[in-house]
């Protein structure tokens, strides 16, 4: 495909201001009669196009100068990318080949949208758990470390805390919106999308102002999904939109991976439902998600292990746990709570940050140390 | 297949004494020339036999007296369940197709071994967890509650809350043991262990008075697979002998289930580990476990809500979240933890128990009334 003139490029911003990106009536009439046609004929209300379709543009078509939209979006230092840019990703193509290919991308911010091969999108919900944050945490944070971009909504709960994550190990973010680019929402995260813009983009197909409508999350998610590897679902309730977005990377052939949650937990339903139901991929770190997506060899290493040099750097708690914990035999939180002198709540969650960490291991009867630490003690 | 003779009895009897299920010399001794042959060669410790056979069994032969443990079995209120019987369970066949069936089965209890048509194997780590205990709890009682039998190792942890789960509903258990089954083990079971036996049934393969030795738990867990028609893991770390388990009903053609946990809690990353590199299915409740082993029609009926009377018969607590907790609107728990003056953390674990009991729905944003509730405010 050529770079587009800039006719086209007004036209498909002019577009995208009249339609939504999943009128079928609009989309039937670009395919027939291209970019530019569709727009001047939707501009004069032309009678040559559907009567439903008129009525739908007309009002907006009256009020839009796409010209003057994207000088404002060069002003805010954004740019419009359109199929046949340089900046154009293959990646949306596969939106393209089911009819579902956005019209022109408003992004806005420090990265190049074409520079996403690498990169997956961590979703999830809104309202989250303690264990949503730690998750979306670790592995957003785990992927950075290993070079990898983390797509999401920009959204509240997990969203922000893999956005976050990301922001914190210096790689590259990209938040796509369910709104225009120079809109803050949710207003909470001004500081984030902020950050997010000049470390990575801001990408919406909707034109400046356009605010978050209902209608447009779902219509979204399908670029989360189509411009990432894979989806992981963090945290999610059985009715998240989150689940859409794995359901798209389905469709669209993308990986669809999920974090499993407690049973006792409703939300972790969505995740263990996605798990139980589909060909959705448990994982449980970062590791384990690169392992799926990642380049075959320079995405498996093995991660360095420094068990005793770890050991070191734990905090006192910790430090009192692992010396009350035998090198042989296995024995109960319970037990090594009691030779720690520390509330076995603690305890419990101490262990296993320890086992995560490699430093203890853990069998049917409990924990002992780990073998690196048995040989150095 | 015709009724045993008692010499075959005895002589079942007496080759489950002097060699392991396992010892596949023995086995081919059998197989050869047919159980009571080889008990007399092994008795005699006669010159045919191969030599490292002769030498292993030679000890355990010369006191050996079957005929007197048969007697000692029978004293008990027990009996030893051979092929052939009428109680000889055809699921025990399978196990014969890949060369692993067992000799016979030493059985105490009012139960019948060949009764276990509608059963669930439900095993996990001995050092669990609050969430295992309640997992456990929360399958085997709704699987009895449906009037399915439980079968489990007998162990602490998992197994023992299985067991205690069936036996308060009324319903038959079983448990499988790696020791003879006059021999209470672990000591802290000797009253679940006398339960079980008055409502179901001990059972196995090992003749009354052998220890439970380590490698007898792995060579008795194929019986717990193979005498159900799944096998359910609640809760196990990564090395658990639970997973051995879940591999025969795996190598049987048995379903194999395991219940999520957190990534967070070690004790539960044997399950997450099935879930990711296996076929095991996910499941969060009975129902689910039926969907998979029950009959059409007869175990997948919807169960009834009654969402009113549910909330009436509320406790306090419950009963401030449920008012807490809108209408149409979701909120967060935090909010609703606001409006009913109770800690959030409080409020967010009944929450999840509201939501399981149906009275509350969750969606990314929080929790609001599920609808029966709405209608009725």
Redesign the interface.
């Known amino acids: 495909m050529s770079r587009p003139t800039y006719a086209e490029r007004v036209a498909r911003a002019g577009l995208s201001r009249v339609g939504e990106p999943d009128d079928s009536a609009l989309r039937a009439v670009v395919a027939t009669v291209g970019v530019v046609d569709a727009w001047e004929m939707v501009r004069a209300s032309d009678d040559a196009l559907p009567a439903r379709l008129r009525a739908r543009t007309g009002g907006r078509a009256a009020g839009a100068d796409p010209g003057a939209d994207l000088e404002r979006l060069h002003a805010l230092g954004g740019r419009l990318v359109c199929p046949g840019d340089d900046e154009w990703p293959a990646s949306l193509d596969d939106l393209d080949a089911i009819g579902a290919a956005p019209l022109a991308m408003w992004v806005r911010g420090a990265g190049r949208l074409d520079a996403l091969d690498r990169s997956v999108a961590v979703v999830g ?3 989250f ?1 303690a ?1 949503g944050a ?2 979306a945490d670790a592995i957003a944070g785990g992927l950075a470390d290993r070079g990898w971009a983390t797509v999401s909504g920009g959204a509240v ?1 997990v969203d922000g805390a893999a956005h976050r994550a990301a922001l914190v190990s210096g790689v590259s973010t990209v938040a796509v919106l369910a709104c225009g680019v120079d809109v803050i929402y949710p207003p909470s995260h001004r500081d984030l999308l902020t950050s997010v813009a000049a470390a990575g983009l801001l990408v919406s197909e909707w034109p400046l102002g356009c605010s978050p409508m209902r209608h447009r999350f779902l219509i979204r998610n399908r670029l989360l999904a189509a411009l990432s590897r894979g989806t992981v679902v963090v945290e ?7 689940l859409s977005t794995a359901r798209w990377a389905q469709r669209l052939g993308r990986h669809t991976m999920a ?11 969505g995740c ?1 439902q996605l ?2 139901e589909t060909d959705a ?5 970062a590791a ?1 998600v690169l392992e799926l997506v990642g380049d075959l060899g320079a995405d498996l290493a093995p991660r360095p292990q420094g068990a005793v040099a770890m050991r070191d750097a734990l905090g006192d708690e910790a430090r009192r746990v692992v010396e009350a914990t035998p090198v042989r035999r ?1 024995v ?2 319970d037990r090594i709570a009691q030779t720690a002198a520390l509330p076995a709540v603690r305890v ?1 969650s101490l ?3 320890l ?2 960490q490699g430093l203890v ?7 002992r140390l780990a073998a690196a630490l048995r040989r150095a003690r």
């Open positions: 919900s809104r309202a758990t264990y730690h998750m709960g999610a309730a059985v009715r998240s939109g989150a974090v499993p949650g407690p049973v006792t937990s409703a939300m972790s339903g263990n798990l139980r991929v448990l994982v449980t770190d384990e296995y109960t939180p419990t262990l296993n940050q086992c995560a291991e853990v069998s049917d009867e409990g924990f």
